[in-house]
């Protein structure tokens, strides 16, 4: 089960360590590579790809998102 954390004023969370959901996404975006909603989407599995990424970034990763049109990309600094 996914332990979840509240951040005080913020978001409940999941832990990267007993998430399968967010280790998913962790590992497609470690190449570095700017990465559409999509591909997201596809590759790793999961859905609210916005979602993910504000956990990850509780879980201390950081990570860039950049609109280009109507194409979102995400990508691990």
Avoid at 35 to 47: G, K, L, M, Q
Wanted: aromatic share 10%; charged share 25%.
């Amino acid at each position: 089960m996914t332990q979840l954390t509240l951040a005080f004023g913020g978001i409940h969370f999941a832990r990267l360590e007993y998430s399968p959901r967010l280790q998913r996404v962790l590992k497609y975006l470690t190449d570095k590579k700017p990465h559409s909603t999509r591909d997201i989407v596809r590759e790793a599995n999961v859905c609210a790809v916005n979602s993910c990424i504000d956990e990850l970034r509780q879980n201390g990763f950081n990570i860039k998102c950049a609109r280009k049109g109507n194409v979102w990309r995400y990508q691990l600094l």
